[in-house]
């Protein structure tokens, strides 16, 4: 049995035109533009006819208003009216959502619907249609049941409540037949209603319904007994089916006989002969199907469904289904029980049966059709000491079958830290036969001996690797640096089975100029004659900061005026020309790399 939902007719068609458009901003106003449109069909929502369903009419639309909301990103339009069509002029070309708010006469908001994205080009008009919905949450509706009886059955009184508060229907008469009627106003929702016809102040027939109550709306709804209805078990459910499905369940199904009925049953029993068992226990009132696990494969069912009430239990509608076959279990390969090295081996599935769909997963818990689909050999990677690796198998015509498959897991080494001596990315000396020293420690999670090898990128970054060693779990190299070209060792440890780990350690190399700190002068400079032969001394003070024990190379220069200067060392001599006047001497000071220079000035009487 379903629950009372309302019918909505055909209420018409509300017609809102959109307006595409050159405008590279929002709803404007543009000359050239091209009518786009969205077509709002209003129809029946959120009903069935089925079961114990009773199937309201709401012949008049409650909406009498609309709210149509346009929006693009954070660019929004909102149109209202009552009739169609509704424009909304100047949309920029591009991608719309639509949301349609209805109104009843109230102004109170009883119905929505909304769109997908909805594209609209420059001068091209698109239609869309969107369904409203009656909105089931927040405000109240009204409910009106009419429960139509046999004068001849001799009710005298009726009671019934609605969501659990005691209500008095109205009883009348035409003398043939009698009619309860229950009006009320209720919250939004899905309230039960019970209405119990009584004789004497003993329930004859009790109606149990659930109401869909819809924001300002009066759902509306005629229940019809016979006099059998009466004092009396409920007729049996009929139509009766039994379909296997893919999980290995059985769906038993039947259609409700009978207005009065409290309660189903089911029970199995196998179709070659048994026990009949109650499977599920004593089902609503509203029940209308049943999902029975736990089935034997390949194996024939027989099904008794029968209705209940107070004063009994129907004769038993029967069926019979065979569920279906289990899908044959995948090939694993490797086989289970094999030991996997983490970053070699994988496991291959092959389909046992033609058609098959597989589905997995990893950590032991039972695959779903929502798990990864298989479409290639699974990594052993990540997945710990131990792997348990269940495969649910589909096929068309077969339940699914699910297969485990065990591992064990030879993990990777662990490399817990690989650096240069100085921390990666210092100043390193270069062209000076440093060696420095990269230190990896690593351990093999089973115990097994490790070894470690080593490259450099780029190769062409000048970079050698010598007298590599190991103590351990540590092992270290030898770097040399000969040009400023950042580069990377990746330092690769394996274990006795073959898995690696590797890790990166980027070294960037960066020379700092030697520090000048002074250029001092003779004592005599201040007192130099231009006779060609008088001199002085010009004395540097440099140091290599990042190499204090380097030899620093010194050149020296006249960029103006008279005068030689001669030595390539740390000091040099300058000697007068024979005209007076100011010399201007630059010194550079080099480590091999950078330079730094300086200058001084020297007067000749």
């Known amino acids: 049995m379903k629950p009372f939902l309302p019918f909505w007719g055909a209420w018409g068609l509300l017609t809102v035109g959109l307006l595409a458009c050159q405008s590279p901003v929002g709803l404007g106003s543009r000359a050239t533009s091209t009518l786009a ?3 709002l069909s209003i129809r029946e929502a959120n009903q069935t006819a089925e079961g114990r369903t009773l199937v309201p009419t709401i012949t008049v639309s409650p909406v009498v208003s609309y709210s149509v909301l346009v929006q693009n990103g954070s660019a929004s339009h909102t149109v209202t009216g009552t009739t169609s069509p509704l424009s909304l002029p100047g949309l920029t070309p591009g991608t ?37 919905s009656l909105l089931q949450n927040g405000g109240s509706g009204a409910v009106r049941l009419a429960v139509n009886f046999p004068h001849s059955v001799g009710i005298t009184s009726v009671d019934a409540t609605l969501a659990g508060v005691a209500l008095t229907p109205v009883l009348s ?23 119990f016809l009584k004789k004497d102040g003993v329930p004859l027939a009790v109606v149990t319904e659930s109401v869909w109550v819809f924001r300002g709306v009066t759902t509306a709804a005629a229940v019809n007994l016979a006099a ?49 068992v109650q ?57 289970p029980g094999t030991t996997l090295r983490e970053t070699l081996d994988t496991i291959a599935l092959s389909d046992a049966a033609p058609g098959a769909v597989l589905y997995y997963t990893t950590d032991g818990s039972a695959p779903t059709r929502y798990s990864p689909r298989y479409a290639g050999p699974v990594p ?61 420690t690593a351990s093999d999670p089973e115990g097994t001996g490790l070894t470690c090898t080593y490259s450099v990128l780029p190769s062409s970054a000048g970079v050698s690797l010598s007298n590599s060693g190991a103590s351990g779990g540590t092992f270290t190299t030898g770097v040399q640096i000969s040009s400023l070209t950042a580069f990377t060792v990746q330092v690769t440890v394996a274990d006795a089975v073959g898995n690696t780990s590797t890790v990166s350690v980027p070294v960037t190399v960066t020379n700092r100029p030697p520090v000048v700190g002074s250029v001092t002068l003779g004592a005599n400079a201040g007192t ?19 190499y204090p024990e380097s030899s620093l190379t010194y050149a020296y220069a006249v ?47």
Not at 96 to 123: E, H, K, M, R, Y
Not at 313 to 325: F, N
Not at 404 to 423: E, H, Q
């Open 559 to 605: 960029t103006s005026g008279p005068g030689q200067v001669y030595g390539n060392g740390a000091t040099a001599y300058f000697v007068t020309g024979t005209t007076a006047g100011v010399s201007t001497v630059t010194v550079s000071v080099s480590d091999g790399k950078t330079a730094t220079t300086r200058t001084v000035t020297i007067t000749t009487q």
């Open 37 to 39: 449109s969205i077509v």
């Open 528 to 546: 130099l004659t231009h006779s060609g032969t008088d001199k002085t001394t010009l004395t540097v003070a440099a140091t290599d900061p990042d």
């Open 96 to 132: 719309w959502t639509v949301v349609v708010s209805g109104f009843d006469g109230s102004g109170t908001l009883v119905a929505q619907g909304s769109s997908g994205p909805i594209a609209v080009g420059a001068n091209q008009t698109v239609a869309a249609t969107i369904v409203l």
């Open 380 to 440: 052993a990677g990540g997945l710990g000491p131990s792997l348990t690796l269940k495969v649910l198998a589909t096929a068309p015509g077969n339940a699914d079958s699910t297969t485990p498959a065990a591992y064990t897991v030879d993990r990777k080494p662990v490399i817990a830290s690989a650096a240069l001596t100085g921390g990666n990315g210092l100043f390193y000396r270069i062209n000076d036969y440093t060696t420095y020293t990269l230190r990896t």
């Open 279 to 335: 499977v599920g226990g004593d089902l609503a009132y509203q029940t209308t199907q049943y999902w029975d696990q736990g089935l034997a494969p390949a194996t024939a069912y027989a099904y008794r469904i029968t209705a209940k009430n107070r004063f009994g239990e129907s004769a038993a509608a029967t069926v019979t289904g065979t569920s279906l076959p289990l899908t044959a279990a995948p090939v694993f390969s490797p086989g």
């Open 228 to 276: 059998g209805d009466f004092g009396t078990p409920p007729a049996a459910p009929t139509l009766p089916s039994a379909v296997p499905q893919q999980d290995g369940s059985m769906l038993v199904s039947w259609t409700p006989n009978s207005m009065v009925a409290d309660a189903y049953e089911v029970r199995r029993a196998p179709a070659s002969g048994g026990s009949w």
């Open 173 to 195: 008469s035409d003398g043939t037949t009698d009619t309860a009627t229950l009006a009320q106003t209720a919250e939004a929702g899905s309230p039960l209603v019970q209405v």
